[in-house]
């Protein structure tokens, strides 16, 4: 495969770099990876700012986590065992692992193949997030979570509607393994990066490493902070753990425009590939329609044409990816910063390049620019606590220092509904998802909302002990007047 720097249309190129540029230094992004393929070739491929501390630019080979891109492999494995007759699409889960369930035994029985491919299984996004913050690094890791799902109730019925959650492609990833009888990471070695020429890519974190992995960071506060001891999640390695450079997932998107082909391999059929991105179950975010979901595909438009697009998310590494097939054009981003609030951001970059791939200019949304405002305004919340809190120590001392004119009638009691919100209400709102099973998953892809919490749920534990000391000693003042 011709690898050779061929620009089809220097002025584009230079126009996506610019783009990327502007917006990497924009979001505060250390450093980054891109590369463009049109028809069967890389056309063009970059690295931006710094591959780690003090370093230089990443280059094409330069490996990085590229999170829940790893679906779409995942489900091309899969498709691959279909086709070789191991695996059926519409037979249950049940099948190739007899020993799963949920908590409801017929949904157990009704779950397919198909719908762990397309997140209509009725698995709730929950289950996925608490699989991403447990670090069992022990053989079998990722079997020990799914028969976890015991006791799990679903979040839809069977079929019944999309919904994303990293514990379909674990569970893929299984009956890889039971109908493939060979391991996840041999069949993927085997079976998508050998025949693609994927040399930089692996499912080992040891093997990157050496390899000249990308260090990876985690925004706090819209700032990133360099995370190099941030733990893998063994057994979510089917839904996002495999690692890539932006040349390698070039090869990949080369097969995805090419009817299957990568040079003299055939990955898959025709029918497979068209299977493979077929838009099956509408894909809703925040009440809005994001297009279809496949297969581990976003399937959507731009400028009219068709539209294929996924993004991962880790807590220190972000991967874009899409494909524009009336084009035959693809695109790969790799980014070494992320945390959950910070994909959109992100993902903006991406859809900018696929924008100006695809002839159309970028359109942000937005609330998109937002988001790093924001996350900023995290560090106001305990020191408008602290400020009202400060308050009502004055307000309850003030009598003895400095009597003064006080606030009656409404005034008073929005001031009082004002103190109350920011030393109770929002506290509560922020601790309550920390006292679930999601807490580990916020504590490692949100660290900044979650410590924030913490601490406004200390200041709020203070001003509740306080309140109730200065109304006691008020009382008591009162009785001894009387």
Known sequence: MDHSPHLANNALCDAIDATVAQQLRRRRVPGAALAIVEGQRIVHARGFGQARPGGGPPTPQTPFYIGSLTKSMTALAVMQLVEAGRIELDAPVRRYLPWFRVADAQASDLMTVRHLL????????????VCLADFDDRPGAAERQARALASLRLARPVGAAFEYSNANYNLLGLIIEAAGDQSYASAIESHIFAPLEMRHSTTDPAAAERDGLAAGYRYWFARPRAAPDIPVAHGSLAAGMILSCVEDVAHYLIAMLNDGRYGDAQLLSTAGLAELHHGAAEFKAYGLSLGRYGMGW????????????????????????ALLPEQRRGVVLLCNADNHWMSPVLTDIGTSVTALLAGEQPAALPFVGLIPWLLRGLLLLPLLQAGGLAATVWRALRPRLSPGPRLTGPAR???????SSLLYLLPALALKPLLGQRRGYLRLYMPDYYWSAILCGGLAAVGGLSHAGLALRAHRRRRNHG
């Open 118 to 129: 397309n997140q209509t299984s009725g698995l709730p996004t929950s289950a996925g997030e």
């Open 298 to 321: 976003n399937v959507t438009a731009i400028g009219g044409q068709k539209l294929l697009w996924h993004s991962g998310i880790l807590p220190h590494f972000f991967a874009y990816m």
């Open 413 to 419: 009691w929005g001031l009082a509904a004002l103190r």
